[in-house]
């Protein structure tokens, strides 16, 4: 009895160490959701903010700033307009999964060119900055040019899909159209009153054909009536005939 009880108490404990470790794990998961969640919002704020003062940079400060600020921006605004575009044609094109895959390498690559503009935007030797600008300019345009090239594809394949699943649309709803119209190739009213007629005509002449004896006058007897004329008619012909058997025998004996 009390190995039982033991045992009980044993699964009872397991049972609930099981719970609250479940219960540990989804816990340690929400909150690392919640923090992945909040850091990437906190990541796009930070980076609207940057985008808002690069602009106002490129506007404000003139030379090498200025158009430091105008590489930065004009890269980031290829990458995030591209990024956009793929990750919302993802849900219905899974190919683009690898164009995202190259866009990721080529943030790499954005990363470390901006981080390279920020350390030049603080170099104080003007022709230094006119020399690493050009090259670095290049850079961009290279990253930039990649980056665009794949949003335009991306968007000219989501456009073909899209006409091609309209076209097929279309001749489904003109197949659909021309069954709604199937009473086109229904019978005229006027000549299914005419069939009715007609058939109606035959089967009263049938009708009246079979009733020629009656309507003719003359009463048919009980026996054509039955279908027994014939036979009593050869029955009483033979009835009529002269016996040349036995009868006439005895006449000739007498």
């Given amino acids: 009895m009390m190995d039982a009880i033991g045992a009980v108490i044993g699964l009872i404990v397991l049972f609930g160490v099981g719970v609250l470790t479940m219960l540990v ?27 808002v ?26 990458l995030d307009g591209t990024r956009r575009v793929l990750q919302e044609g993802l849900a219905r094109d899974s190919q683009l999964t690898e164009s995202l895959q190259l866009l990721t390498r080529l943030d790499a690559h954005a990363a470390e060119l901006d981080g390279e503009l ?25 990253i930039t040019h990649s980056a665009e090239s794949m949003r335009w594809a991306a968007q000219d394949r989501m456009q073909r899909f899209a006409d ?38 035959g089967a009263a002449g049938a009708a009246g054909a079979s009733r020629k004896g009656v309507s003719s006058g003359r009463h048919l007897s009980a026996e054509e009536m ?10 009483a012909g033979r009835l009529r005939k002269p016996s040349t058997g036995p009868s006439t025998g005895s006449s000739s004996a007498g």
């Fill in 164 to 201: 091609d699943e309209l076209a097929r649309l279309s001749e489904e709803c003109e197949s659909e159209a021309g069954a709604l119209r199937h009473w086109d190739s229904a019978p005229a009213a006027g000549d299914t009153a005419g069939t009715g007629a007609a058939g109606a005509a």
């Fill in 53 to 78: 003062t690069l602009k106002a940079k490129t506007y404000t400060k003139p030379g090498s700033q200025g158009q430091i600020s105008a590489v930065r921006l004009s890269l980031r605004t290829s």
């Fill in 25 to 51: 794990v989804v816990a340690v998961k929400a909150t690392r959701a919640v923090v992945a969640k909040v850091e990437h919002h906190e990541a796009n704020a930070r980076r609207a903010v940057e985008n």
């Fill in 118 to 142: 920020r350390v030049l935007e603080r170099e104080p030797d003007g022709v230094r900055i006119a020399a690493k600008l050009s090259e670095l300019r290049e850079r961009a345009e290279r």
């Fill in 226 to 235: 039955l279908g027994l004329g014939e036979p009593l008619t050869r029955l």
